[in-house]
């Protein structure tokens, strides 16, 4: 069984909007929204359906304590703006249930503007050449494995950056699946997509230099 493990936080808008994606998908799977102390109606919202486990906020830990209650042999952790195709949990290498390999999907943004498909595009490209995911391509893997791994790094920012650092230096293939994630792209069109993508970059090189990451991360907090 897979667990989808879904990080929350105020994300009243758009939590009904996952929660009808997913339940058009296909195979044998459990949803955990892992709240972070949302203060709106998210959990009011929530299906009864679905499994809802409270956490410190912090994308990290509320990955790990989504994981620590999940019951399936394969965790996979997505934002909860992204829409899934329903035959995605059909798509999982034996690779990655044999905690052999961690995977991803091919991010797809709901945007047809070129620089959107420009940033998608680079986005799957750097699966593929430096072996490094991020949360929004949805993260696949064994959950022996990512316990083995020591779960995700609590930290306030970059946690699955630093995560897929590990991996690769233990040298954990990440496969990117037969299936796409479609991602929103609202944050791109608020800030501007080229600025957005400025800035995102720029706080990647400058925790690769050693940057402070709590800077980095209230930074951060003024694109989100």
């Not at 109606?41 to 299906?47: V, Y």
């Not at 965790?75 to 052999?100: A, N, T």
């Not at 959107?116 to 699966?127: D, K, W, Y």
């Not at 690769?168 to 990440?174: V, Y």
Request: positive net charge; proline residues 3%; glycine residues 8%.
């Amino acid at each position: 069984m897979v667990s989808i493990i879904i990080p929350i936080l105020n994300e009243e808008k758009g939590i009904r909007r996952i929660q009808e994606n997913l339940k058009t998908l296909e195979g044998e799977f459990e949803v955990i929204f892992s709240d972070g102390g949302s203060t709106d109606r998210t959990l009011e919202r929530i299906d009864p359906d679905f499994r809802v486990v409270h956490s410190p906020r912090g994308r990290g830990i509320q990955m790990n304590t989504g994981a620590k209650e999940a019951q399936g042999d394969v965790l996979f952790f997505v934002h909860s703006d992204v829409l899934l195709k329903k035959d995605v949990l059909l798509q999982i290498p034996d690779k990655i249930k044999r905690g052999e390999a961690a995977g991803c999907l091919k991010i797809v943004f709901d945007s047809s503007h070129i620089l959107m498909r420009i940033c998608g595009f680079m986005s799957n490209l750097r699966v593929k050449l430096r072996r490094i995911v991020f949360a929004d391509q949805g993260i696949l893997i064994q959950k022996k494995l990512f316990e083995k791994m020591g779960g995700m790094p609590q930290m306030p920012l970059m946690e699955d950056y630093e995560f897929s650092l590990r991996m690769k230096k233990k040298k954990i293939p990440i496969i990117r699946i037969d299936s796409s994630i479609l991602v929103s792209s609202r944050r791109f069109q608020k800030y501007g997509m080229l600025w957005t993508m400025w800035q995102m970059q720029k706080f990647q090189l400058r925790y690769r230099l050693g940057g402070d990451v709590e800077k980095i991360a209230k930074e951060y907090e003024n694109i989100r």
